[in-house]
């Protein structure tokens, strides 16, 4: 057993090798029908770009990635700048009409973008031109490589029960070497992915044919994103079952999560596509779906006809309605482990990781803080691209609508939940995004804290307060403190994992809708005691 | 102001002087020689599985004390001159009090084994039990295998805590079966094959003679009494029950026992001196209890019991219905009320057991008048209230088996075994009771 997980291991790393290492193969040119058409499609009304981008990419030098991504950006570069510096003459000599029709000839966008646009088109090489075969060294070495690794663990972790043996003394799950390494290609992948995309094209080559099977396009790097997503989920989920498997609500629990990612997150929008519907995810709720109300999206959606509308209304539902009725009645588990993808992941890939969130006082004011903050920025932000739909003006006092868009997106779409949010599951747990950032979750939170039936029971004056509570709380809540006073637990960022409950080993929690009534329950002298003390100090 | 002096930061010391301070204003001051911080004993097995850093068995983080003005001091009190009010410590140093609280705990039997000394040899009580554990049977390269004399709670544990290394276990237990003198022969049999299934060497109804060393004073071996067989070992795990951390008190005023004798005011002879929490000892124990009782709840309860009464809220040491829980290994463990190994007279029992021979419940009752008197459920877990309830309430058996819905506190979505149960009541006992659905009405109607 112990041999097959080691060769599980080693086919994983193999996979995970060229899986890295295709980055830096293949060559980059374009020959001059594929860069006319090219322009054609782009309807550029500028000459300089043309020759520029000639220049550049028709050639039959051989260029790898980052050279082919360096010089296309120069090109979009020298045509922008010439173009900013005639419109900062004319400007000079007042020439308005003149100035005013340079403006037609700049190109938009984020370089690294327009780059992989091309790059796209661009690339011969192994990956460009064997994707299947590519496909089968990195995903299918990495996914048969890494089951290798986990169901073993059937046998090895001994009979079912809670096997969290060894997990402060392993590298890996107690901020060692491992887990820092971990951490860097984790951050490293999310920074390439939201800011290099050009860089992993030849990612996107491996992932062309399942996309074309399924939305009849060519792949994005967000469809090798959302790919990938379902991929680690997956095999993730495969450990959660083993680990797990004396545990119903844990299985039920990560189906669930697995089937709303697969689905809803994954084909049905890559499906609509095919049907030439709009992208949309059903379950991904505002505001965590922070960009429903941008005027592209509802431009988008009212030009889509009886499907964009119902959309629409049903966002608004979901939100409005959905959302905090759920809550009221099962807690904000239904969605945070239920159905959220982030939540998914966070409870597949990041459950060996469960156990590194801090539970200090002071990391949750932090929490508090930052994520009301993300909540008010988020609705802040929506007023102003609500105002800027209906009014049509882009600014409101003298801020651009899409300069705070694009703040938010960069600070918090990017960097928070994706860069740090995953990123720093091995050192920060795994939660880090819905515990500090997600405002979907601070809303849920407030319904849940103020008007829902769910809470953690405590089981009467049963705690040792030995800590495992606490230790695997991933929303670094100290359920302990609670516990030990024979008090349920009703806090507004608990996500119902259920996982304080599975490790406790005294039988001291319970996840579970009830009355409202005596829900949130002080008290000062636990059950079991004397019991005219009880009612006379309790009841005080 | 009145300054409060507790010797002992576990549990007992811990909520004595938290209640304290919730009721007054007084100075407090914690003396321990163990830690610095209050930290769960109960979870020491934790740390060395790797489930938890020692930092996490620490309930309350660093500035919680002072926050709270509970003043903490690390030290070793070697007498106590209660003519004096004062303590004096083992490097001379001296405090005094307005009133002493006792809660000094527990340390490991010893009884005078040949070789009991050597290196090697550890009880798993304190701190630094574990740290000699670490010191001795880090892996199995160093530790080749241990040995484990004493078949209780502790001794399963450090069983348990050893195997999660891969190191063997040879476990020595002097009951005919584990922990036979508490469990009926129902649960205890379960726990035996439970041990043996971790591929523990189980010993049943066998004492130690004698441990030997080698040329450096380490641990070699160990003899059994009964065969004489020698097991070679490097690491022997002393976990033959607990008796009160008093030896310092000897020749002082106090009157000491086994513990420091106290009344139901949880007071000793000596006025404005309290003992609580595993070295104290009833005069009479009460009702069917020990008269002491070292188990961490109890130790909680005195806790609360006695800032109550330093807070000028007299009160007596009246302890509710007994329960207990554990972990054997994979099987939690739950109990409310009595099940003694045999059922006294005028009891008549009900026992249940799931097909995986891991889950079972276990009921007593009053073979007359049918009132229920205690159960005890493996790998199922039940809610303290429902049964603590019954207790008070005097319900019956049938109320119970009716309402075993109500009384069910397994995560959700586990499968439930009530209707087997109360079917195989049913028939053995020719009754009619029908399982009622659980009603939250009935659950909160406190
Ligand atoms: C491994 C293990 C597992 C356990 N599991 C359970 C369980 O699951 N359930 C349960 O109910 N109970 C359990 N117990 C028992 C429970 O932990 C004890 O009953 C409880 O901790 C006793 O608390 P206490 O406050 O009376 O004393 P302690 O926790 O023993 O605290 C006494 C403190 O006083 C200090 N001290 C003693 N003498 C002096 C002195 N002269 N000067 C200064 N300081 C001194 C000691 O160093 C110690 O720190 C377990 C015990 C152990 C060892
Ligand atoms: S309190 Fe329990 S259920 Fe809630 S998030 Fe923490 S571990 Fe999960
Ligand atoms: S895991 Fe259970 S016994 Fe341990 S502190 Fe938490 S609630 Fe208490």
């Not at chain 1, 327009?114 to 496909?135: Q, R, T, V, Y």
């Not at chain 1, 949750?364 to 932000?381: G, P």
């Not at chain 1, 720093?424 to 039936?453: E, T």
């Not at chain 1, 030990?484 to 406790?504: D, F, M, P, Y």
């Amino acid at each position: 057993m112990k041999a097959i997980k080691q060769s599980g291991l080693i086919l994983f790393l193999i996979g995970l090798t060229i899986f890295t290492g295709t980055i830096f193969t293949g060559s980059f040119s374009l020959n001059s029908n594929e860069f006319d058409s090219f322009i054609k499609e782009k309807n550029y009304k500028n000459e300089l770009i043309k020759d520029e981008l000639q220049k550049a990419v028709v050639t039959s030098e051989n260029i790898n990635i980052f050279e082919f991504s360096s010089r296309v950006r120069n090109a979009y570069k020298v045509s922008n700048e010439h173009y900013e510096a005639l419109i900062t003459k004319y400007d000079s000599e007042k020439n308005w009409t003149k100035k005013g029709e340079q403006y037609q000839y700049k190109i938009y966008g984020k370089p690294h973008s327009l780059s992989f646009e091309l790059a796209k088109k661009a690339g011969a090489g192994f990956a460009a031109k064997n994707p299947i075969l590519m496909w089968l060294l990195t995903f299918g070495l990495g996914i048969i490589g890494a089951l290798l690794f986990i169901i073993p663990d059937v046998i090895l972790l001994g009979k079912p029960g809670i096997k969290n043996n060894g997990i402060f003394l392993n590298a890996a799950t107690n901020r060692g070497w491992i887990g820092w390494f971990a951490f860097v290609f984790l951050v490293s992948f999310y920074i390439l992915l939201y800011f290099y995309p050009d860089y992993i094209v030849n990612w996107v080559y491996l992932v062309d044919p399942i996309s074309e099977s399924i939305s009849g396009n060519l792949a994005s790097q967000w469809f090798l994103y959302g790919f990938l997503y379902c991929v680690v989920m997956t095999v993730m989920a495969v450990r959660m079952y083993i680990k797990y498997r004396h545990n119903k609500y844990q299985i039920l629990r990560t189906t669930s999560v697995l089937f709303f990612q697969i689905v809803f997150a994954f084909l049905i929008p890559e499906i609509l596509v095919r049907f030439e519907k709009p992208w949309y995810d059903f379950k991904n709720a505002f505001p965590l779906d922070y960009d429903f109300f941008f005027k592209w999206n509802l431009d988008e959606l009212l030009s889509s006809g009886g499907f964009g509308l119902f959309i629409l209304v049903w966002g608004v539902v979901l939100t409005i309605v959905v959302v905090p009725v759920m809550v009221y009645f099962f807690g904000k588990r239904w969605y945070c482990s239920w159905v959220c993808g982030c939540g998914g992941l966070a409870e597949t890939l990041g459950d060996p990781y469960r156990q590194l969130s801090s539970k200090t006082l002071l990391s949750w004011r932090a929490e508090r803080i930052i994520i009301h903050s993300v909540l008010v920025f988020v609705l802040v932000m929506t007023g102003f691209a609500l105002y800027t739909f209906f009014s049509g003006a882009d600014q409101v006092i003298g801020i651009k609508t899409q300069t705070i868009q694009d703040i938010y997106g960069f600070l918090i779409g990017s960097i928070f939940a994706g860069v740090i949010g995953t990123g720093f599951y091995p050192i920060f747990g795994n939660r880090v995004w819905c515990r500090f950032g997600c405002p979907l979750a601070a809303y849920l939170g407030f319904v849940q804290r103020f008007k829902s039936r769910f809470r953690i029971t405590t089981n009467g004056g049963q705690c040792i307060s030995c800590g495992n509570c606490s230790t695997y709380c991933e929303q670094g809540i100290d359920v302990r403190a609670y516990a030990q006073k024979g008090e349920n637990i009703v806090r507004s960022s608990c996500v119902g994992c259920g996982v304080c409950s599975a490790v406790c080993p005294r039988g001291v929690l319970k996840l579970e809708n009830g009355p409202e009534k005596g829900r949130i329950n002080p008290t000062e002298i636990l059950l079991g005691n004397d019991i005219d003390l009880m009612e006379l100090v309790n009841n005080k | 102001m009145e300054h409060i002096v507790i010797i002992g930061n576990g549990i007992s010391g811990v909520t004595a002087a938290r209640h304290i301070r919730k009721n007054s204003d007084k100075e407090i001051t914690i003396v321990s020689a163990e830690t610095d911080y209050f930290f769960s004993r109960t979870a020491l097995m934790y740390v060395y599985m790797g489930h938890m850093k020692f930092e996490h068995t620490q309930p309350y983080e660093s500035w919680f004390w002072k926050k709270n003005r509970i003043n903490l001091k690390k030290g070793t009190v070697s007498k106590v001159h209660s003519n004096a009010n004062k303590i004096e410590f083992s490097n001379g140093e001296e405090l005094s009090f307005d009133k002493l609280i006792i809660a000094t705990g527990s340390k490991p039997n010893k009884f005078g084994w040949p070789g009991q000394d050597l290196n090697g040899v550890m009880g798993m009580y304190h701190k630094q039990d574990l740290e000699n554990l670490e010191k001795y049977a880090p892996n199995n390269q160093v530790c080749k295998r241990a040995v484990i004399v004493g078949g209780g709670l502790i001794g399963i544990e450090l069983a348990e805590m050893l195997h999660s290394r891969n190191i063997p276990v040879t476990f020595l237990v002097r009951e005919n079966s584990f922990w036979g003198n508490v469990l009926p022969k129902e649960e205890s049999a379960i726990i035996n094959k439970e041990i043996l299934d971790a591929h523990i060497d189980l010993r049943l109804g066998v004492n130690l003679k004698e441990i030997k060393a080698d040329k450096n004073g380490n641990v070699s071996s160990i003899i059994i009494a009964e065969t004489n067989e020698e097991i070679a070992c490097n690491v022997v795990g002393l976990t033959a029950g607990v008796t009160p951390n008093i030896d310092f008190l000897k020749n002082t005023d106090l009157e000491i026992g086994r513990g420091v004798k106290v009344n139901r005011f949880l007071e000793t002879n000596i006025k404005n001196i309290y003992a609580i929490g595993d070295c104290a000892e009833q005069h009479e124990a009460i009702g069917q209890r020990r008269p002491i009782e070292a188990v961490w709840y109890t130790g909680r309860m005195m806790g609360e019991t006695v800032a109550q009464t330093i807070c000028g809220n007299k009160i007596e040491y009246k302890p509710g219905h007994w329960f207990n829980s554990a972990k054997f290994i994979d099987i939690e463990y739950q109990t409310y009320g009595w099940v003694w190994a045999e059922p006294k007279e005028n009891e008549a029992r009900f026992y249940w057991e799931h097909q995986s021979g891991k889950k079972c419940i276990h009921i007593n009752y009053d073979k007359n008048t049918s009132e229920f008197i205690g159960i005890n459920t493996f790998g199922i877990r039940m809610r303290h209230e429902f049964f603590d309830k019954a207790l008070t309430e005097k319900k019956s058996v049938q109320y119970i088996l009716e309402h075993l819905a109500d009384a069910n506190f397994d995560p959700e979505f586990y499968k439930l075994h009530e209707p087997e149960i109360v079917a195989k009541f049913n028939i053995e006992n020719n009754t009619n009771i029908q399982l009622k659905k659980k009603s939250w009405a009935r659950i909160f109607s406190a």
